[in-house]
Every structure is written in structure tokens, then in C-alpha cells.
């Protein structure tokens, strides 16, 4: 048996498979909306970097010297957010050094600010660098007009586990995997 629509119910139905049809036409542009510039960097900064600084500090009438150092930068953010919170620790002399900070990446993804929560330190700002899913490299402003460079390396990516670079695994021998095999010497 075949039943016969009515012609009230057959133009409820056209009205519904038009909307139908016109949300099938939007559904894609939800779904494949594009981050912006800073979103994206602050995406591929999320999670724990470790590589060398070498910085050029300059020491009055002395003249100028220079140092390199290791270093372990995190940073943590939520989806969709240009800023989030994370941790510097410095092993530099046969000390380690940790500072909390709060991150903004800005100028459509061309400088990230660091705010240290200890307002003695300055505001730091990256410029010039280069970030993917696995490497991390550039210039940090030290506050005082001079630059820092850097080369980072995805820790999260090869098992980082609090390995530190002047003391040694706290938890006995070293993972495979990890970046100890950097240029940093003991």
C-alpha cells in the first residue's frame, strides 16, 4: 500500500530538506575553520623544549664575553587560547635556576612575550625564530637590548623525564630516546 501525502505535509517536507540541504552546505565551514597565525604558534608551543642558549653579555671596560647554557622550556595553554603559563629551569655554573612565567604569542605569530612571575626578572620577548612539531629556534630579547640565541628540541617528543643536564637522571640510568646526547658537556 502507497500512501498519498497531502499537500500540507509534502510542503512541510520541502521546507524541511531545504534547511537540511542549507545546514549540509554550512557544515563545512564549522568544521574547517582555520586557526589564526598566533593560535597556531601558541599550539606548537605547548609541551616541554630542552637545547643550548649562548648568549653575548657585554661587561663594561672589560670588554665583552660570552656564555652557553642548557635549558628546559614549558610551556602549557588550552585549545584555541594565544597564551598560557610554563617554566624556564637554567642549568648554567653547576646550578639550576627555575623561573614561572606567563607566555603570549602576538604580532600574528611573530613574537612571543614572556612575563616572569617574579617581577624582579624582565619581560622577555622571542623574535626571529622558527618552530614546528620537533624543533624550536631563534632570539629571545634579554631586557636589557641585548639577545640570546637559541636551539630547542621537542623534549616531550623523546621521552623527557627530568633529566638534568648538569647532575645526572634522578632516577637512575638515562632512557633511550631522550636528548642527553646534546652538545651540552659536563
Known sequence: ???????????VMRKILRVL?????????????ACDDDQQVAMLLWGTWEGQVSTDFYQGRWGSYSSDYYTVWYFDGKPGARHGRGWEQDY????????YFDWYV??????VEIRYRDRSLPTRYIHHFHINDTHF??????GDGSYSAFRLFKADDYGYDGYNHYYGWHYGG????????TSWKD
Open 174 to 181: 638515562k632512557p633511550a630516546g631522550t636528548l642527553g646526547e
Open 1 to 11: 500500500m502507497q500512501a498519498i501525502l497531502s499537500t500540507e505535509t509534502w510542503i
Open 21 to 33: 540541504a542549507l545546514l549540509l552546505l554550512l557544515l563545512p565551514a564549522f568544521l574547517f575553520t
Open 137 to 142: 629556534h631563534g632570539q629571545v630579547e634579554n
Open 106 to 111: 602576538m604580532d600574528n605569530g611573530n613574537t
Open 92 to 99: 648554567l655554573n653547576g646550578h639550576r635556576y627555575r623561573d
